[in-house]
């Protein structure tokens, strides 16, 4: 946590010398920070327009936060130090080990060193494909920085883009008949998305009966959250003539595709989100908090959490205790921490949403929760509330990004775990209504 904050500091001063904006002029500090703290939690929202604010320096900068902020400083640190010849002891390889969301500290170095090599193959590939749409109208060398910026942003599930000049926050909607562009952006979203572990995984079992429980149930819960987002949207949206209504039935059909994958904590948009049906700002809201795949770029609660919440309340309904799938018993410890981490979520989204309409009861309750989820689940979709905030408000969106990259359990442990020890006491079981 506090290297996270580090990161986001150092950014924010530097985000903030001149040279760094597009004006050539001191930007506030606090945009500075905002800036830092959603591209270092690969978040996405901002309170300026990326490209109509931020020069070469200021957006080479971002795209550093942003890679930095996707792979994990510790990551990054523990390459750095294996070029250096440098011996890693357990305690950093725990360190790692929890940054990344694993649970085994075995050739923790050697996958650090895929998920390096991993992301530079797509994150290249990317850039080269979305070179080839960007060249004929911005040219060989900006053309090429548009595809690596976009790449990069994509992959990490971070949502920053540099299509302001076509459209203040217009985000990607000027290539929303483009499939070649909207492919691309999917398969970075869906491939950073799932997770390092999970293409660990698949690289050795290249077999689902020797998946891992968890890479299984990032498949099916990834898979029917992609499928069902895909279609409520195309349904709700379909004549909404302000959205997909006056497109035609392939570009409607990628168009719903688009934003199914984007809530998953992808960020871009291909149409406006003020202008969404109200079922479809609500499925978004909560593919947000859901999010992605733990161990990967993606934020929210993740996919396997909410599956495991899912099935414990079908179990409990069936009378069955505990869950069990894939022919595998979830411990109950791990269905805990499930609930936990969603009681926890919600109380942070419900605190932030009462305390910034409190501060500016102008301001939508809808538009609220829709932003305070999308900073708490990092996932950077926005209803244009983020830049007509006032500094508190803006200062809470920040904690709360900190809070979503971090993780809701990492931060509630650090703030109230002081000493493990063993219960030196068992009460008697006594059951109560419910």
């Not at 130090?81 to 170095?109: C, G, P, T, Y």
């Not at 040219?139 to 910026?149: N, P």
């Not at 309409?357 to 900073?375: D, K, N």
């Amino acid at each position: 946590m506090l290297g996270f904050v580090t990161v986001i500091i150092i950014g924010a001063l530097l985000l903030s010398i001149p040279i760094s904006s597009r004006s050539g002029t001191r930007v506030e500090f606090l945009t500075a920070l905002f800036t830092s703290a959603s591209a270092t939690c690969i978040t996405g929202l901002t309170v300026t327009d990326t490209a109509l604010t931020w020069s070469l320096t200021g957006r080479i900068i971002i795209l550093c936060l942003i890679q930095l902020g996707g792979l994990g400083f510790m990551s990054v640190a523990s390459v750095f130090f294996s070029v250096m010849h440098k011996k890693i002891n357990l305690s950093q390889r725990l360190l790692i080990m929890h940054s990344l969301n694993l649970n085994d500290v075995r050739d923790i170095i050697q996958l650090v060193w895929h998920v390096i090599i991993g992301t530079f193959v797509f994150e290249t590939a990317g850039a080269v494909a979305l070179w080839t749409r960007s060249f004929p109208e911005y040219g060989l060398m900006k053309g090429l920085g548009m595809g690596v910026f976009h790449s990069v942003s994509a992959f990490c599930n971070a949502g920053f883009d540099l299509m302001g000049e076509k459209g203040e926050f217009s985000s990607l909607r000027a290539y929303s008949g483009d499939t070649t562009v909207m492919i691309v952006i999917i398969l970075l979203v869906i491939i950073g998305g799932l997770g390092f572990f999970f293409w660990e995984d698949v690289w050795h079992s290249r077999c689902f009966k020797k998946l891992h429980l968890h890479s299984k149930m990032v498949i099916v819960t990834s898979g029917s959250l992609l499928l069902l987002g895909w279609i409520f949207f195309y349904l709700s949206e379909r004549k909404n003539p302000l959205t997909i209504g006056n497109m035609s039935l392939p570009n409607a059909l990628f168009a719903s595709l688009f934003q199914s994958v984007m809530p998953r904590s992808g960020g871009f948009s291909i149409v406006d989100q003020n202008m969404l049906a109200g079922v479809s700002k609500m499925t978004a809201t909560i593919l947000m908090f859901i999010g992605g795949s733990a161990g990967s770029t993606a934020g929210g609660i993740k996919n396997v959490t909410a599956g495991i919440l899912f099935l414990s309340a079908i179990n409990a309904l069936r009378g069955k205790p505990g869950v069990s799938v894939f022919k595998r018993t979830i411990p109950p410890r791990q269905i805990v921490s499930a609930i936990s981490i969603m009681i926890m979520s919600l109380t942070v989204c419900f605190t932030g949403t009462v305390v910034i309409a409190l501060l500016q009861p102008e301001l939508s309750i809808s538009g609220i929760i829709f932003e305070v989820v999308s900073a708490v689940a990092t996932c950077g979709l926005s209803h244009g509330i983020t830049s007509i905030l006032a500094p508190v408000p803006i200062i809470i969106i920040v904690l709360f990004m900190l809070f979503g990259r971090v993780g809701i359990m990492t931060l509630g442990m650090a703030a109230f775990v002081r000493r493990s020890s063993a219960e030196k006491i068992k009460y008697p079981d006594s059951w109560v209504m419910m």
